[in-house]
């Protein structure tokens, strides 16, 4: 399997977080605190107190949509879920917004992928969560793996161990409905482990020398770990800034080992991947990694897409 380097990816985030990270999270802090306070002053949308709200439902904020989902299958009708990057919204590239932060602090919940992929996240998360919110940090203890990978969940038994942690966390705010929690987790993780079964199955259409997977995001490190195959990607993120010796590389690769297409998530652009395949004489498919649209609205049906499109453009 083709990586980039672990740490480059922490750093790669790092460098991307938006320009109130730091000392100017106070100024971010502040606009939510008036905020609130002129919710207050309304009378009747203030944060309450307790281990429910939002109509006895608990408030979840999550990162990204993808986790979001997670949260909804976990609670069910017991709880309102809000993710704080948009669905069809790069998690690298978002801008957060005071409103984000008053979500924030009206939670009993907060989610967070961890490993570095949310961390631009980390100013509004912690100037505004509530004392006593159960922070949930989906991702912590497991790694990214030696590629250095945030996204855990292209591999579905990875993403079971989410599940349980946001059961957990939701438990843990919300102890009266803890049964329902964990029925719930545990009728979702079963489907979860059904996906497994499926991908693998459809995985199978594609013939053995056509399994590797070039893409213009380095997001799949765990999916092609967990179905064995390999994969390589021209850049860490949305490949806007690759040089053009990589795509000369990519090209090269591409028509060397006969590889039949190569793909591209749809909130990034498309520009560098059509050229790689139009100087290879390959088609350009869609995969999705972290950024669910009005196509593909919930993980399951994101992982179903990811298969059937590798298997339709490779076999």
Same mark, same amino acid.
């Given at each position: 399997?083709?990586?980039?380097?672990?740490?480059?990816?922490?750093?790669?985030?790092?460098?991307?977080?938006?320009? +109130?990270?730091?000392?100017?999270?106070?100024?971010?802090?502040?606009?939510?605190?008036?905020?609130?306070?002129?919710?207050?002053?309304?009378?009747?949308?203030?944060?309450?107190? /307790?281990?429910?709200? #939002?109509? /006895?439902?608990?408030?979840?904020?999550?990162?990204?949509?993808?986790?979001?989902?997670?949260?909804?299958?976990?609670?069910?009708? *017991?709880?309102?879920?809000?993710? $704080?990057?948009?669905?069809?919204?790069?998690?690298? #590239?978002?801008?957060?917004?005071?409103?984000?932060?008053?979500?924030?602090?009206? &939670?009993?919940?907060?989610?967070?992928?961890?490993?570095?992929?949310?961390?631009?996240?980390?100013?509004?998360?912690?100037?505004?969560?509530?004392?006593?919110?159960?922070?949930?940090?989906?991702?912590?203890?497991?790694?990214?793996?030696?590629?250095?990978?945030?996204?855990? +969940?292209?591999?579905?038994? !990875?993403?079971?161990?989410?599940?349980?942690?946001?059961?957990?966390?939701?438990?843990s705010a919300d102890p009266e409905n803890a049964p329902v929690y964990q029925a719930n987790a545990d009728a979702y993780m079963a489907e979860l482990k059904q996906l497994d079964l499926e991908i693998a199955q459809? !995985?199978?259409?594609? %013939? %053995?020398?056509?399994?590797? $997977?070039?893409?213009?995001?380095?997001a799949f490190g765990h999916f092609a770990a967990r179905y064995r195959w390999e994969s390589s990607a021209l850049a860490l993120s949305d490949a806007s800034q690759v040089t053009p010796a990589t795509v000369a590389a990519v090209i090269e690769r591409v028509r060397r080992d006969g590889i039949p297409?190569?793909?591209?998530?749809?909130?990034?652009?498309?520009?560098?991947?059509?050229?790689?395949?139009?100087? #290879?004489?390959?088609?350009?498919?869609?995969?999705?990694?972290?950024?669910?649209?009005?196509?593909?609205?919930?993980?399951?049906?994101?992982?179903?897409?990811? &298969?059937?499109?590798?298997?339709?453009? !490779? *076999?």
């Open positions: 399997m083709e990586h980039q380097p672990g740490t480059e990816h922490a750093r790669s985030t790092a460098a991307r977080r938006p320009s +109130w990270a730091g000392t100017s999270a106070l100024v971010l802090t502040l606009a939510v605190m008036a905020g609130l306070l002129a919710v207050a002053c309304g009378g009747n949308d203030g944060p309450p107190a /307790g281990p429910t709200n #939002s109509g /006895g439902r608990l408030e979840v904020v999550t990162t990204i949509e993808i986790l979001a989902d997670l949260a909804r299958n976990v609670g069910g009708d *017991r709880v309102k879920v809000r993710s $704080l990057v948009p669905p069809g919204v790069d998690v690298e #590239s978002f801008q957060t917004t005071p409103e984000d932060g008053i979500a924030v602090h009206r &939670a009993k919940v907060v989610v967070v992928n961890g490993l570095g992929l949310d961390a631009f996240l980390e100013p509004v998360i912690e100037g505004a969560r509530r004392t006593g919110a159960v922070l949930v940090v989906a991702a912590e203890g497991m790694g990214t793996g030696p590629g250095g990978d945030p996204h855990l +969940w292209q591999d579905p038994l !990875l993403t079971i161990r989410y599940v349980e942690r946001i059961r957990d966390g939701l438990a459809t !995985l199978a259409e594609v %013939p %053995p020398q056509h399994r590797r $997977l070039v893409t213009s995001h380095d297409a190569v793909f591209v998530e749809p909130q990034f652009g498309r520009a560098v991947m059509e050229e790689v395949a139009r100087e #290879s004489g390959v088609p350009v498919g869609t995969l999705y990694s972290d950024a669910l649209d009005d196509k593909v609205t919930t993980y399951i049906e994101m992982m179903r897409f990811n &298969a059937k499109s590798l298997a339709e453009h !490779l *076999r």
